[in-house]
């Protein structure tokens, strides 16, 4: 008779099987952990955002290991997912990974690294925002698209301004490249929000015809009210940009567009919430931990972020304030999800040794 050591899977077995199934998204790991340590450095926490922005660091450096091994051993799950419609927007988690970390190395004086990585970003942004909007619209798989829309899509709009929000931090050399930087960030911005705008659309049909249950109703939902957020960060930036053709004739727009942006994403923060609140408290589905969960921390501590920085350049104490208290909670969503996946790791580590 078998014993229990021979009946479960060997660790290697058991590994090989994670990484076939590793998330498109779980980039976003690193997006949550960078913008806190955004956030803390913006409230003279320095310690503690350092020791933040280099667990991101080696996150990336980790999950970019993972990912080129998932596609030397599973280049066709891959595929799949870069063509399902649930999940191919979540690889531009990547690009917007790229973007946040950039922006807390420009904050300790990394501008040389922080080049490097949006210049890594910006290359897959282009990449793959031709390739899997292709994927998903035009080789399809047979099933309805709309019907699959889902909150994941906005990573799209957020991995734009992400872009817009690190390049509106560089210092250029020149005014050549002061030109250019101008007009490479104000594209971004712009491309992320018209982006938005279109996602939100077709999210909102989905809902109207399809209607959405308390399980499809997943955390990715909240990127809507994340790249809003984001939005209000890269529009911040570019305002307070250098004095250049394509940043001035965009800053009056963008100036007044702030505003609307930060608004509605403070709306959007209670409907969101209640609609955890029916997911979880009134339909019972188990809160148990999922790669997607971060994308709930991401949206919040951008949230704090673009409350902190819009209330400083406009001169709103009360705006201030309020990002204030939303970097208590991103901290502290941060904090959950992350014993979330250190229990799951140490759960898997315990079951492969059974």
């Not at 091994?69 to 799950?77: E, N």
């Not at 909240?222 to 004739?249: C, E, K, N, R």
């Not at 994403?265 to 148990?288: D, E, K, Q, T």
Request: glycine share 12%; with cysteine; hydrophobic share 60%.
């Amino acid at each position: 008779m078998p014993t229990s050591a021979t009946m479960s899977p060997s660790l290697a077995a058991r590994a090989d099987q994670a990484l076939a199934g590793l998330a498109p998204g779980y980039f976003a790991l690193v997006m949550g952990t960078g913008i806190v340590s955004v956030g803390l450095r913006m409230v003279g926490a320095d310690g503690a955002a350092l020791v933040l922005l280099i667990l991101a660091a080696l996150v990336g450096i980790v999950l970019v290991v993972l990912y080129v091994l998932r596609w030397g051993r599973h280049p066709a799950r891959m595929r799949a997912d870069a063509k399902d419609p649930e999940t191919a927007f979540g690889y531009f988690t990547i690009v917007a990974a790229a973007s946040v970390v950039a922006v807390g190395l420009q904050q300790v004086g990394l501008g040389t690294a922080s080049v490097v990585l949006l210049g890594i970003g910006a290359a897959l942004w282009i990449v793959l925002g031709y390739v899997l909007p292709w994927q998903v619209l035009m080789a399809r798989d047979g099933e309805p698209i709309l019907a699959r829309t889902n909150g994941s899509w906005f990573i799209w709009s957020v991995a734009s301004q992400s872009l817009a929000v690190g390049l509106s931090g560089l210092e250029p050399s020149s005014s050549a490249y002061a030109s250019l930087l101008g007009l490479f960030t104000v594209m971004a911005w712009s491309v992320g929000t018209i982006l938005y705008l279109g996602i939100a659309v077709l999210v909102i049909l989905r809902i109207v015809h399809f209607g959405i249950t308390p399980r499809q109703f997943e955390p990715t939902y909240w990127v809507a009210m994340g790249a809003l957020a984001i939005a209000v960060v890269a529009g911040a930036g570019i305002f307070a940009m250098d004095s250049v053709p394509m940043v001035d004739a965009a800053r009056g727009l963008i100036g007044g567009t702030v505003v609307v942006f930060w608004c509605f994403a403070l709306w959007l923060i209670p409907l969101l919430a209640g609609a955890g609140l029916w997911r979880h408290l009134i339909h019972r589905v188990p809160l148990r931990y999922t790669p997607s969960l971060w994308s709930i921390v991401f949206p919040l501590g951008m949230f704090a972020v673009a409350s902190l920085r819009l209330g400083r350049v406009e001169h709103l104490p009360l705006v201030e304030g309020v990002g204030d208290v939303g970097l208590v909670v991103a901290v502290l969503a941060w904090v959950a999800v992350a014993v979330g996946l250190l229990m799951t790791l140490l759960r898997g580590l315990h079951g492969a040794k059974g």
